[in-house]
């Protein structure tokens, strides 16, 4: 029998959706660093896509290459409980570059950035409820807790100042 003792097989529902959202941007920048690399080196085109030299294009099809890389390697260490941070850094990344193409109209069509904001926003959210944390093997942090002190005059009087009793609430 096959055991992989590296794939966790407890994985619960709010990580798998958090990962199946967070692989939204790995086809554009396979299909984007292949482009450019592409444009940059074998089959030129005048003017270049997204820079402004042959060398440009070349080094932004690297560049995607290598997020991509990236991407997939986050996504790994999120499924398999190592670590999460990667991974939420990844899509804030991914977030904040389609915010950034939506507001610049000069980018194209905002409908695939429009559609990579809600599947990064969709990981994120996914990402930190209290399944993927308790996945993670910590506990989500907490606000902290208001002291439940009755209000002036209506306890029980406050022991004098010097003494040496101990009030344990």
């Known amino acids: 029998m096959y055991d992989d003792d590296d794939v966790n097989d407890d994985t619960p529902p709010a990580v798998i959706a958090s990962i199946a959202a967070g692989v939204g941007p790995l086809p554009f920048l396979g299909v ?32 995607a290459a290598a997020a991509l890389l990236v991407l997939i390697l986050t996504i790994w260490w999120f499924l398999n409980g190592r670590r ?44 930190f409820v209290p399944s993927a944390w308790a996945y993670m093997g910590v506990r989500p942090p907490s606000l902290p807790r208001r002291s439940k002190r009755p209000a002036q005059g209506s306890g029980p009087a406050d022991p004098p100042t010097g003494s040496s009793t101990v009030v344990h609430t």
């Open 84 to 127: 999460r941070w990667p991974f939420v850094l990844g899509q804030l990344v991914v977030l904040a570059t389609t915010l950034s193409f939506v507001a610049d109209a000069n980018t194209g069509s905002p409908a695939v950035p429009l559609g990579l904001i809600v599947t990064s926003a969709v990981a994120l959210v996914f990402a």
């Open 32 to 63: 984007y660093s292949v482009i450019f690399i592409a444009h940059g080196v074998f089959y030129p085109v005048q003017p270049p896509d997204i820079t402004r030299t042959r060398g440009g294009e070349a080094v932004a099809g690297l560049l």
